[in-house]
Nanobody
Framework: QVQLVESGGGLVQAGGSLRLSCAAS????????MGWFRQAPGKEREFVGA????????FHADSVKGRFTISIDNAKNTVYLQMNSLKPEDTAEYYC??????????????????????WGQGTQVTVSS
């Protein structure tokens, strides 16, 4: 059974940093992309970034590019989201997700929730001004 367990959320002041972790288990993820999404109250789930487990290729949303970085520790089966220069508008519940890298449309990380089969329970990030 696939499990994705996020941790590392919390309260931080604007300009601060947090590192979220996503511990993945239950299968091999070599052919998977690992994504991070976030959802603020009353808003739709928003893509933050994703990484190919096998190649390490990353794709970050414009809203976080240059501030957030996704990485993988293969030995620990863990995906990280390093968040720097945090802003109040980054406040949201953050979710880790896993989905097949390849589909009928080709092999690449995708930015839509429907491309991901497995989801973690979420971790709250609150940025105060």
């Amino acid at each position: 059974q696939v499990q994705l367990v996020e941790s590392g959320g919390g309260l931080v002041q604007a300009g601060g940093s947090l590192r979220l972790s996503c511990a993945a288990s239950g299968r091999t993820f070599d052919s998977y992309a690992m994504g991070w999404f976030r959802q603020a109250p009353g808003k739709e789930r928003e893509f933050v970034g994703a990484i190919s487990w096998s190649t390490g290729d990353t794709f970050h949303a414009d809203s976080v590019k240059g501030r957030f970085t996704i990485s993988i520790d293969n030995a620990k089966n863990t995906v990280y989201l390093q968040m720097n220069s945090l802003k109040p508008e980054d406040t949201a519940e953050y979710y880790c997700a896993a989905g097949p890298l390849c589909s009928g449309y080709g092999c690449y990380v995708r930015a839509v929730p429907s491309a991901y089969d497995y989801w973690g329970q979420g971790t709250q990030v609150t940025v105060s001004s």
